[in-house]
Nanobody
């Protein structure tokens, strides 16, 4: 299983970025997909999860609610994270993950994790 995240970079506060995560080696449609992040010197933090199948179920961590949107394209085996109104507090390495259990992903428990992509927000 491979989860390849991309789309990170340097952006000014108030700006936007869209992260992508391309999955291979798994039945993508059957997995819940999520994002979490880890800032330097801090613990991992849950960002968002989207349910398997059509992705009708979505949940966000409090710090990103109203600013970030998770979506999936099962035809492309890809999950996205649209990030708007970014702030320096959003600076972190962002990881995508896949899991069979939706509720466990809220607790950062997942089956597969990809390499991260660095997001840096300047003030």
């Amino acid at each position: 299983v491979q989860l390849q995240a991309s789309g990170g970079g340097l952006v000014q506060a108030g700006g936007s970025l869209r992260l992508s995560c391309a999955a291979s080696g798994l039945t993508f449609r059957s997995y819940n997909m999520g994002w979490f992040r880890q800032a330097p010197g801090k613990e991992r933090e849950f960002v968002a999860v989207i349910g398997w199948g059509s992705g009708g179920s979505r949940y966000y961590g409090d710090p990103v609610k109203g600013r970030f949107t998770i979506s999936r394209d099962n035809a492309k085996n890809t999950v996205y994270l649209q990030m708007n109104n970014l702030s320096p507090e959003d600076t972190a390495v962002y990881y995508c993950a896949a899991g069979a259990a939706y509720d466990k992903m809220l607790k950062l428990q997942y089956d597969y994790r990809g390499q991260g992509t660095l997001v840096t927000v300047s003030s």
